[in-house]
């Protein structure tokens, strides 16, 4: 009762009676909670638990599941100053503590194991905090179990279920929804830009190839962690994908079922845009690469060239030679298939490409795959294609000029011959040493003033040429005539 009155009243607290260290424990007042056992307490709201073991700061503590006052058989339990050997894509929310079970009693109890976390301590602060989860190593830190954690972010709790000897500790970590075998699609959705080696540092030897669409160009970028390991002279050609930029979509390739962490960011975002869960409806395309070594009077290619690759007749891909540490060298993307629309016959896993230089057709095509980039010189040619020959010729004077017009060929030269009243002339030696000869890239020519004169008939052969040949053999002739018209009666 109070001093003031003489009406006795009774106010019921919870409390506990257990065995501990002090031996058997009551608190009153404060907003106070107390559980049987070993007790202790810290500041605010004060709570205390009675499992017979509890961290040297109060903020974890270790309960035997099988009786909840009994003890937990614990040899030791140490908190650890520091986690050198923990991996990048987990954020340490306080120490970490390393559990030594009684000999002979690892396995005949069941433990639970409560951290209580400071809100100061959460990295990105309430965005995250969900993230929160306890993991288990049991050889000193190699390697990380994900415990099934029960997380109270009101009371900043989180509990799990031990599982033997080995370090505990409570880790922030973005956990994505788990790859499959093959190509998978994700959207970056943490608010800082990344490099790529660091954001997958998690899947490390356990994925292909990683790729990003860029609708502003039209382009895919690449990064492959085989071609730094085996091929690093083409390093920095092959892998341009460099970093992750928040909000965009990327496709990932893996070599087993797998979930991908990474470390949230230190600061609270302080905007959150919706992220791209698919980059494309296309899947990444093969990539090809290599060295280019000319052969003598056979194979010889140089700086800019184009290169093709062809499946089925169709062209899915083209690119130019460049000289990379100084030689000669390229880079080939070969789309893949449409997921959506109609085919477009490019490729598919089992598809063959081949590889054409220039005019040369080379040997040893390769199988269609872009779960890595694949290194593939090209140097030993299978054939050599001349130009389809002219099939469409025309003249059309113009005042004394004559224009002539033909349909393309994809040769690299025309070679414009022409002769005056020999209408079966011979095409003779270098178009370039001949003034009877014009060499041009274009589809059309003009014979100036061929018109001035009607006594000269003039006979046009169109020949298509590249390094592999001409096509002289099979042109068309064109001749332009003039007569004298006489008045008759």
């Known amino acids: 009762q109070t001093p003031t009155s003489t009406t006795p009243y009774e106010s019921i607290i919870p409390f506990t009676l257990g065995e501990g260290w ?63 050997t923990l991996p990048n894509w987990f954020t340490p929310v306080g120490q970490a503590y390393r559990f030594t079970a009684i000999s002979g009693q690892e396995t005949t109890i069941t433990r639970t194991i409560a951290f209580n976390y400071l809100q100061t301590n959460v990295p990105g602060g309430n965005v995250y905090e969900n993230l929160l989860t306890i993991y288990h190593s049991p050889d000193n830190g190699l390697s990380w179990q ?33 790859f499959t075998t093959g190509w998978n699609n994700f959207g970056y959705g943490i608010p800082e830009t990344r490099p790529i080696t660091t954001g997958l540092a998690s899947l490390t030897n356990q994925y292909g190839s990683i790729h990003h669409y860029s609708a502003n160009n039209n382009l895919w970028s690449l990064h492959d962690p085989l071609v730094t390991t085996n091929y690093p002279l083409f390093d920095t050609l092959i892998n341009n994908l460099v970093e992750f930029n928040y909000t965009q979509a990327y496709w990932i390739t893996v070599t087993q079922p797998i979930t991908l962490f990474m470390a949230p960011p230190d600061d609270t975002p302080t905007n959150l845009h919706n992220i791209k869960q698919i980059s494309t409806f296309q899947l990444p395309p093969a990539t090809y690469f290599g060295w280019l070594t000319p052969t003598t009077n056979t194979f010889t290619p140089t700086i800019g060239m184009p290169i093709t690759a062809w499946i089925d007749g169709t062209l899915c891909g083209s690119t130019n030679i460049i000289s990379w540490q100084g030689k000669l060298a390229y880079k080939l993307q070969v789309k893949s298939e449409t997921l959506l629309g109609a085919p477009n016959n490019c490729g598919q896993l089992g598809k063959t490409i081949t590889f054409q230089v220039d005019n ?118 064109r001749g332009a005539f003039q007569f004298v018209l006489t008045s008759g009666s």
């Open 22 to 84: 002090a031996g058997n424990t009551r608190t009153w007042g404060g907003n106070t909670r107390t559980w049987g056992g070993n007790t202790r307490t810290w500041g605010g709201n004060t709570r205390t638990w009675g499992a017979p073991v509890m961290s040297d700061n109060g903020q974890v503590q270790i309960f035997n599941l099988d009786d909840i006052l009994g003890d937990t058989g614990t040899a030791s339990f140490q908190a650890l100053p520091d986690l050198a």
């Open 146 to 178: 994900r415990l099934n954690t029960t997380l109270d972010t009101q009371e900043n709790f989180a509990a799990a279920q031990m599982r033997g000897n080995g370090l505990y500790t409570l880790l922030s970590t973005i956990a994505y929804d788990p």
């Open 360 to 477: 040369w057709i080379m040997d040893h095509d390769r199988l269609w795959a872009n779960d890595y980039a694949w290194y593939h010189p090209l140097t030993t040619i299978l054939a050599c294609a001349i130009p389809e020959p002219v099939s469409t010729f025309t003249l059309a004077p113009s005042n004394n000029d004559l224009t002539l017009s033909w349909n393309d060929t994809e040769a690299d030269t025309y070679a414009v011959w022409h002769d005056i009243n020999t209408p079966y002339f011979l095409p003779l030696g270098d178009c370039t040493a001949n003034a009877n000869c014009s060499l041009i890239s274009a589809t059309n020519y003009t014979e100036v003033n061929a018109l001035t004169t009607p006594s000269n008939n003039y006979t046009f052969l169109i020949i298509a040429q590249n390094n592999c040949g001409t096509t002289a053999s099979q042109s068309i002739r």
